[in-house]
């Protein structure tokens, strides 16, 4: 697929960290108010993400109506969610908290509202508190796919990143 993302040199591999979720194995849920994955949050994407072998993941997300752009096909906002989400929770399999610094999308056919998109991702390697991931999303036929994703994460320290924000933070009712 084509991409205009470009990877930096000297990336080094990564390695899964020995208590990291098992495949086949559900990763754990981020917060069940995210809009990415939790199963609280008012109005949410609800992914759930598989450890795979390795430093990889799979992940799957219904396309529902209120998830429409053009007429009948979901919104790319959308679809660069679920991607962030997917991408974003790969690195839990280091154990390292990350957020998002640079996530690049790349569109190659309209996904239809009713799909079940099926993501695929792997962390590629990591430079000091970088980590770099790819994704590919299919409808069915993972020799077809429909749109394909890179992300930079950034290793944070959680308590610090969040510390002035917590007290803005929203709780299940
Ligand atoms: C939804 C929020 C969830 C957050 C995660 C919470 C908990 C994590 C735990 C479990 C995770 C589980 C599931 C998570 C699922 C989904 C994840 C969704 C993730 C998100 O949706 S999260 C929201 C969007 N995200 C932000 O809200 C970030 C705002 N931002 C910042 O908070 C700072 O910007 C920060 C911390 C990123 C960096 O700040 P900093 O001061 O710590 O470090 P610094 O600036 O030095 O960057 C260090 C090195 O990264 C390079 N670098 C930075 N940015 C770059 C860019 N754009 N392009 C190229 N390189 C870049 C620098 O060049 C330097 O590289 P070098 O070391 O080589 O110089």
Sequence with gaps: MKTSFVLPTGIEPLTRHPNATRP???IDLHHSMCYGCGADAE???????????????TATMQVENWMQGGPGVIHGGVLSGAFDEVMGTVPLL?????????????????IPLGSTVHFGCEIIG??????YTRSYAHLGDPDAP????????????????FAD???????PS
């Design 24 to 26: 086949g194995q559900k």
């Design 94 to 110: 280091l154990r390292r908290p990350v957020v998002t610094g640079h996530l690049a999308i790349d569109y190659a056919k309209p």
């Design 146 to 161: 429909v749109a394909g994703a890179h992300a930079l994460f950034i290793v944070i320290d959680l308590e610090q990143h």
């Design 165 to 171: 924000y917590r007290d803005k933070a929203v709780h």
């Design 126 to 131: 990591g430079i000091g508190r970088k980590i």
């Design 43 to 57: 109005v949410g994407l609800r992914i759930a993400v598989t450890a795979g072998e390795g430093l990889t993941a």
